[in-house]
């Protein structure tokens, strides 16, 4: 009885049975063949399909990733825009309140470029008001006042609120 290597290494628990190579014939009646042993290991196809399907499931959740990160970016700088207007608005309303004050004190006041610190704003930018006062032809006792607020003060990442506001003054 003549046994080879291939007979010993068959599976075992998966219901077949090494028989040697004597020729026998086996359960389904046909001989050994003296080609390749059955493999317990999938095929190199079978490899070669789970990894691309696994490449392919890492190449869709990066893509999903990447998508989040972008959606998160652009709703930061939204949030961020949105921050600067609000305080850029405050700054014009406090920009027609101190014309208005400088008006009461002084009828001829003609406007200035108000530069408000960071500290002042109690964040980390400076703010700047442009204010332009002018006489309405015809009416002496009122002012037209214009307002550029600009916040923060760099011109790449502003954001400008105008406003105007006519105001009665006390001759």
Not at 13 to 32: F, H, I, M, Q, Y
Not at 48 to 58: D, Q, S
Not at 117 to 131: C, K, M, N, Q, T
Not at 147 to 169: F, G, K
Request: charged share 20%.
């Amino acid at each position: 009885m003549r046994t080879s290597w291939n007979d010993f290494n068959s599976p075992v628990g998966n219901g077949l049975r090494a028989v040697p190579s004597s020729g026998t014939p086996r359960s389904s009646g046909t001989p050994r063949s003296s080609g390749s042993p059955r493999r317990a290991f999938p095929t190199d196809a079978r490899r070669g399909a789970a990894l691309i399907v696994v490449l392919a499931g890492l190449a869709v959740t990066m893509v999903m990733f990447i998508t989040t990160m972008k959606l998160f970016l652009v709703q930061q700088k939204t949030i961020e825009l949105n921050a600067r207007q609000i305080q850029a608005g405050w700054l014009a309303e406090s920009g027609i309140q101190r014309a208005a004050a400088r008006l009461a004190a002084d009828a001829n006041y003609r406007g200035e470029t108000w530069n408000v610190s960071a500290e002042d704003l109690g964040g980390r930018d400076a703010g700047a008001v442009a204010i332009r006062v002018e006489q309405p032809p015809g009416k002496p006792d009122r002012r037209t006042v214009h307002v550029e607020a600009d916040y923060p003060s760099d011109p790449q990442q502003r954001a400008r609120v105008m406003r105007d506001a006519t105001l009665q003054i006390k001759p």
